[in-house]
């Protein structure tokens, strides 16, 4: 029987503004057996993928991340926020609600002509993705997918991503 992660993500409407749900994978956290089979469906999900290299996106999808490179016997890299890495840095930006954020990958990391898979808990309106499916491409690795706890389908962002995209639950906002 599939992974079912809808009874374990909270959801709080009107957070962080009126006309908004947060979804919170915190529960997962929890609980080791919830975290093993939502790992397990998570790594049936990427598989196909074929990765090289799991790239966790900062915060959240690091949680994620490490455990899926362990299970799938892979490396994993880190895409972080901007000021959160020394050396020569790969930089993105991207435009947020209200502005602009940037994310950066250091430029020693060994990515080139490998495939690699974004993993983040979230996936809304695709800038975070898109801007790290960036980052892949300038340190020369090759784009294989990008999964994902929650997907909110109805704010299209995998159609910002020019590669297969897979997410444990989906929710139209």
């Known amino acids: 029987m599939p992974f079912n992660a809808d009874p374990y993500i909270s959801k709080t409407p009107g957070f962080p503004k009126e006309g908004i749900t947060f979804y919170d994978i915190s ?31 900062d915060a959240r999808g690091f949680l994620f991340a490490l455990p899926l490179a362990l299970e799938l016997e892979c490396g994993m890299v880190m895409v972080r926020k901007a000021g959160k890495l020394p050396g020569e840095l ?36 695709g800038g975070t993705l898109e801007a790290s499916a960036r980052l892949v491409e300038q340190c020369g690795g090759i784009l294989a997918g990008a999964v994902c706890v929650i997907e909110l389908t109805g704010l299209n962002g995998r159609a910002r991503l020019d590669c297969p995209v897979a997410a444990l639950q989906t929710y139209e906002f």
């Open 27 to 57: 529960p997962i956290l929890e609980d080791s057996a919830v975290v093993r089979q939502a790992m397990g469906a998570l790594a049936d999900l990427t598989r196909p993928m074929q990765p090289d290299i799991i790239a966790g996106v």
């Open 90 to 125: 790969f930089e993105q930006s991207y435009a947020l609600e209200y502005g602009e954020a940037r994310l950066s990958i250091q430029a020693s990391r060994q990515l080139r002509g490998k495939r690699v898979v974004l993993c983040d808990d979230l996936l809304a309106t």
